[in-house]
């Protein structure tokens, strides 16, 4: 059976999937968290990195643990285009607390150039990380990003990027590329019964969707 493992790294989260000792990192927090992700991995046999998306504050230290660990790391072709260039999928907002988000957000997001990875794996809906010693497989998220994805483990824990947030409380993902997108996948996961639901952003909770 897997154990998760939550890395708090600000207001962002990263975690650990792992499984006697053989172990996944999702998403990977910013620079200025590298010392404490890289601490935390380094307690077991990395096998993989998978990024929900790449922003900044999920993706900026992918390259640098990659290189150390020697291992690849996984993200969804459509969204290649925006380690380098945020502004090829902009995002928008809703509601009050999206808008804080945003505001805080928009500079840095547009100022920092995320490192692509040199040993990328394209994945999709449906891959398998049996391969890594891990038993899940990847969701495809859309909204966020266009290329969004998620990690649902064991058929009891979900891991789901930004694509929903727990900020104040748990919600839709507040900062989206394309809202239609986004309340689709809010419906899949709906659709995925009863999980544990881990935030990019926030504490876990239940699937609060049901």
């Not at 968290?33 to 504050?57: G, N, Q, W």
């Not at 990659?66 to 690849?72: D, L, R, S, V």
């Not at 502004?87 to 490192?115: A, F, H």
């Amino acid at each position: 059976m897997s154990e998760i493992h939550r890395i708090k790294c600000g207001t962002e989260n990263c975690y650990i999937i792992e499984n006697e000792n053989t172990a996944v990192l999702v998403d990977t927090g910013t620079a200025a968290f590298f010392d404490e992700v890289l601490a935390e991995c380094s307690k077991y046999k990395m096998r993989l990195i998978v990024l929900t998306h790449p922003h900044f504050d999920h993706a900026e230290n992918a390259a640098a643990l990659a290189e150390h660990f020697g291992i690849p790391v996984a993200v969804h072709k459509a969204d290649i285009d925006v380690f380098e260039n945020y502004d090829s999928q902009p995002l928008m907002s809703y509601g009050l607390v999206g808008k804080i988000v945003l505001g805080v957000s928009l500079k840095v997001l547009r100022n920092t150039k995320v490192r692509r990875p040199q040993n990328l794996v394209f994945v999709k809906e449906g891959d398998s990380l049996s391969d890594y010693g891990i038993d899940a497989k990847i969701v495809e998220l859309p909204g966020h990003t266009k290329g969004s994805i998620g990690v649902d483990v064991e058929q009891k824990n979900l891991l789901v990027g930004d694509a929903l947030d727990n900020w104040v409380k748990p919600a839709l993902g507040h900062l989206y590329a394309d809202f239609d997108a986004i309340k689709q996948t809010s419906q899949k996961i709906k659709a995925f019964g009863s999980r544990t639901i881990f935030y990019g952003h926030g504490k876990p909770t239940g699937n609060f969707l049901l």
